[in-house]
Every structure is written in C-alpha cells, then in structure tokens.
C-alpha cells in the first residue's frame, strides 16, 4: 500500500505540473478562466500531499 | 447593485448556507421574485461580491468554531509526526473531516461550471428545492427506522471512513441550485447512526474547508478584468454575511439538541412548488 501511495502522489504532481504547463487540459472542459486553472491545480496538489500523507501512515 | 441590495444579499447567503434550505438556490430565487433585474450573476462585479461573502461565511465558522479547530489541526499535525492513529478524539474527527472533504473537492473542481450553468434557471432551482425538501423527510424517514429497529446513535468519531467519505459524496449534490449542502450532509449523517446535534455537528465543521478553500480558490475574481467592487460595499457585505452565518450557526446547533430537519423539508417543498408555479406562469424569469 504505501508503494501505491507513494505512486499515486507522484502522478498527481506529475500531472499537477503538466496542468500547469499546459500540456495537458482534460480539466479545463468544465470551465475556462484563470482562477479555474489555478483551483484544478491546487487539487492535484493537495491530492498529491494527501498520498504521502497516507504513505506515511503505512508500515 | 445598490447598497441595499448588497446588504440583503449578504444576509440571505449568511443564513441560508448553514440553514438546510441552499443558499445557491436562495441567490437565484429571491432576487428573481423580487424583480431585481439590475443584479447580474454573470457580471465580474457581482462574483467577486460572492466571493467576498463566502469568505465572511468562513470566518464566522472558523471562530464559531475556533477552538475545536484549534485541537482538530494540532491532533492532526501530530498525527502526521507520529506517523501512526491514536485513540484521540479531536484526531479521529480531523481524519473524518479530511476524508469527508475530499469527494466534494474532487466533484465540485470538475463540475461545478458546468452543473451551474445546466441548471441556472429559476425554474430548475425551484424544483431542486422541492427534491431537498423531499432529501429531509427521506432522511428524517429512514433515521426514525433505524431508531425504532433500536440502532444506537454514533458520534462523530465513531463513523467509518467509508461513512465520512459518502457523506462527502451526499455534500457534494449542493452543486445543483436548490440542494442544500448542510441539509444533504446533515441527512448523509443520519443516515450513519448519526443523532441530529452530532449530524449538524459534523456538517458545519465540513462545511468549514469547504466554503473557506472554495473562497480562497476564487480570490482571482476580486482582480477580473471587469470586477469594480466598491470597497464599503464589499466590507459590509462580508461582515453582514459573517454576522449572520456566526448567527445562524449558533442558533442551529440549539436547534438541533431537540429538533429535526422536518421544518426545514415543508418549507423547501412549499417555497419550491410556489417558485416553480411562479416560473411555470412567467413572473419568475
């Protein structure tokens, strides 16, 4: 578990600075805008530290 | 927007985001039925008013609830330091909390747009209104089952994380106008052997990240291209809504000591129905 936890935060950072990039936009279907764009990366973000947090937690 | 306008506004999103009753459905519909066809919900101004309220909604949780908060995010921190769970009470609510957030985080960042600009009519509000109503008397329903079949009632830290999380998912309906946040998670907590006090309990305190990130995340639109909020107006709109969320808030944890959500589901199913008669005739646009 904590090897999928420790993968699963990799991909939402990857994935959170290819967002920010732009090189990836199967976010930005739901809505346009600067602060849209901001939020979907905050999440990935705060997902990612959310996996190694539960990383954390597994022996 | 005059000042007036801004100041009722701020009292009806202060109120009716911790009253069972949407407070997204309430700012389409009372300024629909009172005819107040200068306010544009589309207009950078007026979003950056939102934003302002929303943040003044936060405050008021956050210091109504101050020092649960307080031991919640130092029991957490430690928790993370330790690596490990405890038996602490304010560290078994956090990680509920935490869990609880995250389904509304997901599905509101996805979906909000366009599930807001689906139903942004009054007439999808109002019937919305009438579905919430009827998400109470459900809840309320099958709460009562479960008491007669002698079920005793859990706390907050006694729900599983698989609980936590669905009452999560239930918050995240108040996407449409019309659902209530707290009136969904409220009924989602019943529903977990919840008592009413423990259920709104939980709510408010989710609804505490929730409502403040959402705020936070939209700070933005203060600065859009476009967005002119006058400085007196926006003070007193987000003092006016943090007085009246502090308010509420206090008034509905009494509330909930004896009471139950029905009220609440009578007066979204007659307020919706007479919305929605009202639309179906066109004076509600």
Redesign the interface.
């Known amino acids: 578990m904590k090897a999928l936890a420790l993968l699963l935060a990799v991909i939402f950072f990857v994935l959170g600075i290819l967002y920010g990039l732009g090189k990836i936009g199967f ?1 930005t279907a ?2 346009a805008g ?3 764009h ?3 990366l ?2 990935l973000w ?2 990612a530290l ?1 996996c190694l ?1 539960w990383a ?2 597994q022996k | 927007m005059t000042f007036a306008q801004a100041i009722a506004l701020a009292i009806l999103q202060g109120v009716s985001e911790l009253f069972p009753v949407s407070s997204l459905g309430h700012t389409i519909l009372v300024p629909a039925l009172l005819q107040w066809h200068n306010i544009d919900r589309s207009d950078p101004t007026f979003l950056a008013f939102v934003v302002v309220l929303h943040l003044g909604t936060a405050l008021a949780l956050v210091l109504f609830y101050r020092e649960e908060w307080w031991r919640i995010v130092r029991a957490l921190v430690r928790s ?1 330091l330790r ?3 405890s038996q602490d009470r304010d560290e078994a609510v956090g990680w509920r909390l ?1 869990v609880g957030t ?1 389904p509304v ?2 599905i509101g ?6 599930v807001r600009r689906l139903f942004a009519s009054a007439a999808a509000a109002a019937a919305f209104l009438m579905v919430n109503g009827a998400v109470m008397f459900l809840g309320e329903f099958l709460r009562r089952r479960q008491h007669a079949a002698a079920r005793a009632s859990r706390r907050i830290e006694q729900m599983s994380y698989a609980q936590s999380a669905a009452v999560g998912i239930a918050q995240a309906f108040a996407l449409l106008p019309g659902i209530s946040r707290s009136g969904a998670s409220i009924a989602g907590g019943l529903l977990c052997d919840l008592d009413h006090e423990e259920a709104a309990h939980y709510s408010f305190l989710l609804a505490t990240p929730v409502i403040g990130a959402a705020a936070l ?2 700070i ?2 203060l600065f ?1 291209p476009g967005a002119h909020l006058a400085g007196l107006e926006a003070l007193a709109g987000g003092v006016v809504a943090a007085i009246a969320a502090y308010l509420s808030v206090a008034f509905l944890t009494r509330y909930f000591k004896r009471n139950d959500l029905r009220p609440f589901g009578w007066y979204c199913l007659i307020f919706g129905a007479l919305c929605l008669v009202l639309a179906h005739i066109g004076v509600l646009t």
């Open positions: 976010l739901s809505g600067h602060a849209h901001v939020t979907h905050v999440v705060i997902l959310l947090i954390r937690f | 993370v690596g490990q769970l935490v995250i985080g997901i960042v996805i979906a909000q747009d366009p995340l939209e933005p639109r859009a």
